[in-house]
């Protein structure tokens, strides 16, 4: 019997049932068409085989996906979701020009955060006010700044490792400065601190205990006694605050509340609870921000118009007293989770029933809080189900429990319930008979 490769068609032969595609495009898809044929056996229609592959290729690998995790800061899947201003903001200057770095009412060059730095500074009360990509390059820029060849002193209970391995050590260790360790994991007190102190220290350095709460025996030092000692001893007190929270959440002190306790720098992210684009936020007193803003790094670090505009058009959402969606998704009560998620349950059908569901801020925020709600959960086959959900024409992204798999309606936009339970059920159509 002979190789059934032998058989395949030509390469020119399946480039002639798709001369409307562009060439380059159909070649490449063909190649690939025929690659896989050659492993598993002949295509069925290799008209419809090439399209198909050609319309996979050509498609953007970032797509917007339902998130039904219950996670609202979720970062695989892109943290804060923008408000709706800031969205057509980010439409608008996306479309052509814009004054990036243009003052259009004399002509000259513009300072690039001239939206944002002033609101920044009245919202939290503060001296000066940067931006840069994220919160651990605001970190990585206030500390190569400051404290390059120096000593910066930090609790070794906020030593911390954030998503991606990146760790408080290594980050102090790369911008040329010297960790000094005080305290201890669950307790570090004023006093450790100051007996730390030497001739070679810039910097007293607080950090965000992201992704972990400790309880029980523990205690940490007053930020305002901190920022008293610093100053006191010529120092300056950096406050990584991380998440973000504009107003105090339980245990997690708002932005104005530590700049209120006399830090010099304060960094925080704006993707996470303060509701807007990723971003690295940071505030202060003027001296070292300029610092900050001359320092070489900077520029490597700076927004892109299109991150302005986003977080400009936030801030002034903020400002009009608007509900961020961030706001809204941990604001959910249960009643209302429980009403959405009885209706989508009744229209999948018998595989679907309405339980309890505990989301999450996410994030690395808030890491003890769990959102009481409601969720829907599908039972048979969730290995298959979910990665069909995925892969759908709308992306739904789902948590499996226990061989279930569950829909958490908390950060699921109302707007985006219909278009799920059209997800849910052609997805649970399309598994195998036999299944």
């Known amino acids: 019997m002979s190789d059934f490769r032998s058989q395949l068609p030509a390469v020119h032969v399946l480039l002639a049932k798709v001369q409307d595609l562009p060439h380059a495009a159909a070649l490449a898809a063909a190649r690939a ?6 492993r598993e056996g002949p295509a069925g229609d290799w008209e419809a085989a090439i399209r198909d592959e050609v319309q996979t290729a050509t498609a953007p690998h970032l797509r917007r996906v339902i998130n039904a995790t219950g996670v609202v800061l979720h970062t695989n899947l892109g943290r804060a979701p923008l408000s709706a201003r800031a969205a057509a903001a980010v439409a608008e ?22 939206g944002v730095a002033p609101r920044l500074q ?12 994220n919160c651990a390059a605001a970190v990585l820029l206030a500390l190569s700044a400051l404290a390059a060849g120096k000593e910066v002193i930090v609790s070794r209970g906020e030593l911390v490792e954030i998503g991606g391995s990146f760790r408080i050590p290594d980050v102090i260790t790369s911008c040329g400065a010297r960790l000094v360790e005080v305290g201890t994991t669950n307790r570090t007190r004023v006093a450790d601190y100051e007996r730390a102190i030497t001739a070679e220290t810039a910097v007293i350095l607080r950090v965000h205990p992201s992704n972990f709460h400790v309880e029980g025996f523990t205690e940490a030092a007053d930020r305002a006694e901190l920022a008293a000692l610093a100053h006191r001893r010529g120092l300056l007190y950096v406050d990584d605050l991380g998440s973000g929270a504009r107003e105090d959440r339980p245990g997690e002190p708002g932005v ?13 992210s704006g993707d996470k609870l303060f509701g807007g684009p990723q971003a690295g936020i940071v505030i202060g007193r003027a001296a070292p921000l300029a610092r900050m803003r ?3 790094l900077y520029r490597a670090l700076r927004l892109d118009r299109l991150v302005l505009a986003a977080l400009e058009a936030t801030l002034i959402g903020i400002e009009a007293g608007e509900e961020l969606p961030v706001d809204t998704m941990l604001g959910h009560t249960e009643k209302t989770l429980r009403t959405r998620a009885a209706s989508l349950a009744a229209a999948i059908g018998p595989r679907a029933s ?17 959102l009481q709600g409601a969720a829907v959960a599908i039972a048979g086959h969730a290995t298959q189900l979910v990665r069909a959900l995925r ?16 829909l958490d309606l908390r950060t699921v936009q109302p707007s985006e319930d219909q278009t799920l339970c059209n997800a849910v059920i052609a997805a649970i159509a399309a598994q195998k008979p036999t299944q």
């Open 294 to 296: 001359k320092h070489p």
């Open 122 to 133: 009245r919202m939290f009360d503060v001296e000066g006010a940067l931006a840069v990509n």
């Open 33 to 38: 068409v025929l690659n896989k044929a050659r």
């Open 354 to 370: 309405l339980i309890a569901a505990n989301g999450l801020p996410g994030g690395g925020s808030l890491p003890a809080v769990r």
């Open 93 to 114: 200057v996306a479309s052509g020009y814009s004054n990036l770095e243009l003052d259009l009412e004399s002509g000259a060059r513009g300072e690039r955060l001239a």
């Open 391 to 406: 892969t759908g024409p709308h992306a739904v992204v789902a948590r499996v429990e226990n061989e279930t798999v569950i």
């Open 256 to 268: 104005a509340t530590v700049a209120r306790a006399g830090a010099d720098v304060v960094c925080f």
